[in-house]
């Protein structure tokens, strides 16, 4: 029943920062944010779907892909059951469509960058970053 929806992708020059924000809703009473593994992807035009980083609360840990290693940063606010990325030192090659996913069945981390694992997802949101 979770519905996602991002929110606060723009135009940033190069070197600048952005944080997106992801809002989970219509979880059921015994059922919340923290309790699945979640995740942002990427998509720029003519690219495939690239995994970006995951929160696992079960596995304690969070993941990076390579190219945002070091840059970006995920969160997660179980009581507002929200997910954040902040994104800094931005470059180009970030621009793309940015969604937020969810596994509703598993929280474990493992093949975490396998898009056919979730299903859940925002609509996307823009994030343009010029040079």
């Known amino acids: 029943e979770a519905q996602l929806a991002e929110s606060g992708g723009n135009l940033v020059q190069a070197g600048g920062s952005l944080r997106l924000s992801c809002q989970a809703s219509?979880?059921?009473?015994?059922?919340?944010?923290?309790?699945?593994?979640v995740a942002w992807f990427r998509q720029a035009p003519g690219k495939e779907r690239e995994a970006i980083s995951c929160?696992?609360?079960?596995?304690?840990?969070?993941k990076y892909a390579d190219s945002v290693k070091g840059r970006f940063t995920m969160s997660t606010d179980n009581a507002k059951n929200a997910m954040y990325l902040q994104m800094n030192n931005l470059e180009p090659e970030d621009t793309a469509v940015y969604f937020c996913?969810?596994?509703?069945?598993?929280?474990?981390?493992?093949?975490?960058?396998?898009?056919?694992?979730?299903?859940?997802w925002g609509r996307g949101t823009q994030v343009v970053v010029s040079s």
């Open positions: 929160v696992s609360k079960r596995d304690g840990i969070t």
């Open positions: 996913a969810v596994d509703s069945k598993r929280s474990h981390s493992i093949n975490w960058t396998w898009d056919w694992r979730y299903d859940r």
């Open positions: 219509g979880f059921r009473y015994d059922d919340h944010l923290d309790d699945h593994l």
